[in-house]
Nanobody
Framework: QVQLVESGGGVVQPGGSLRLSCTAS????????MAWYRQAPGKQRELVAS???????NYADSVKGRFTISRDNGKNTVYLQMNSVKPEDTAVYYC??????WGQGTQVTVSS
């Protein structure tokens, strides 16, 4: 059974930082492409960042230079470091594994 457990969401002020974590079980993590998506109220779910099994990364234009995706294969965990956050980054953030499995989501709210 595949499980993706996200953590690290919360409320942060504009310009602040937050780190999301997603720990996976039930998959061969080191061989799995991973990604973070987000969905804001009234909007479609969108790709934020992805990382291949080999470590190649890809980012949405809206977060380039501010967010960093990384992975620790020893901990079966993928991270999303969010810096210089903006109110428009407010959304539910979802972990996505092997182009198939979704986590339950974690809320990120950017507000002063």
């Amino acid at each position: 059974q595949v499980q993706l457990v996200e953590s690290g969401g919360g409320v942060v002020q504009p310009g602040g930082s937050l780190r999301l974590s997603c720990t996976a079980s039930g998959i061969m993590f080191r061989f799995s492409p991973m990604a973070w998506y987000r969905q804001a109220p009234g909007k479609q779910r969108e790709l934020v960042a992805s990382i291949s099994s080999g470590g190649t990364t890809n980012y949405a234009d809206s977060v380039k230079g501010r967010f960093t995706i990384s992975r620790d294969n020893g901990k079966n965990t993928v991270y999303l470091q969010m810096n210089s956050v903006k109110p428009e980054d407010t959304a539910v953030y979802y972990c996505y594994a092997v182009n198939t499995y979704w986590g339950q989501g974690t809320q990120v709210t950017v507000s002063s």
